[in-house]
T-cell receptor, first 118, second 114 residues
Framework: GAVVSQHPSRVICKSGTSVKIECRSL??????MFWYRQFPKKSLMLMAT?????????EQGVEKDKFLINHASLTLSTLTVTSAHPEDSSFYIC??????????????FGSGTRLTVV | SQQGEEDPQALSIQEGENATMNCSYK?????LQWYRQNSGRGLVHLIL?????REKHSGRLRVTLDTSKKSSSLLITASRAADTASYFC??????????????FGTGTRLQVTL
């Protein structure tokens, strides 16, 4: 089945530094990927839609200069948290849709990245 | 917020019992999906029900959809300890493209004890 690989799974960084999170579709091409943020015991909130070869579409209230998204190829999207602050600490998850998957609109999720800013 | 609501927020049952989770949403949908998330992990797609379907089964899972009430339910029969996880409903809005974004419900944390 479709697999989305997300790295790193955990990262601890100092305030003011930048962190890059990668999301790769391993066995399918993903023209669109989605980035979510999840707080403890809460639901997923969509941050942005990453589009291959064009600019990402950000949800209302998400700072595009802080959360840089690059979708340079059909199998890779990256989320860079710039000038990280402790309030950016969260669980970040990516997902993509495999057009050839078993469900017409099924989505595959990465395993998530736990970001801790100290 | 367009986020849907799920109830209960938390559910604790014993192994062998059935677990029922409910989801309500706000907009017209193309389909509704249920996902499972183990603690600290990504989400796993469980089942998808289209707006023109009323009930769907997959193994021990049964999903219903009532578009007039904008609600869905997920029933897990004969639960097992391994079913312990958080369960989320997610909707795809109507009249959108093939890479439509999902809107997630608030989730139900299920605990199945031995």
């Amino acid at each position: 089945g479709a697999v989305v690989s997300q790295h790193p799974s955990r990262v601890i960084c100092k305030s003011g530094t930048s962190v890059k999170i990668e999301c790769r579709s391993l066995d399918f091409q993903a023209t669109t990927m989605f980035w979510y943020r999840q707080f403890p015991k809460k639901s997923l909130m969509l941050m942005a839609t990453s589009n291959e070869g064009s600019k990402a579409t950000y949800e209302q209230g998400v700072e595009k200069d802080k959360f840089l998204i690059n979708h340079a190829s059909l199998t890779l999207s990256t989320l860079t948290v710039t000038s990280a602050h402790p309030e950016d600490s969260s669980f970040y998850i990516c997902s993509a849709r495999d057009p050839g998957g078993p469900s017409l609109y099924g989505y595959t999720f990465g395993s998530g990245t736990r970001l801790t800013v100290v | 917020s367009q986020q849907g609501e799920e109830d209960p927020q938390a559910l604790s049952i014993q192994e062998g019992e059935n677990a029922t989770m409910n989801c309500s949403y706000k907009t017209s949908i193309n389909n509704l999906q249920w996902y499972r998330q183990n603690s600290g992990r990504g989400l796993v797609h469980l089942i998808l029900i289209r707006s023109n379907e009323r009930e769907k089964h997959s193994g021990r899972l049964r999903v219903t959809l009532d578009t007039s009430k904008k609600s869905s339910s997920l029933l897990i029969t004969a639960s097992r300890a391994a079913d312990t996880a958080s369960y989320f409903c997610a909707t795809v809005p109507i009249n959108t493209g093939t890479a439509s974004k999902l809107t997630f419900g608030t989730g139900t944390r299920l605990q199945v004890t031995l």
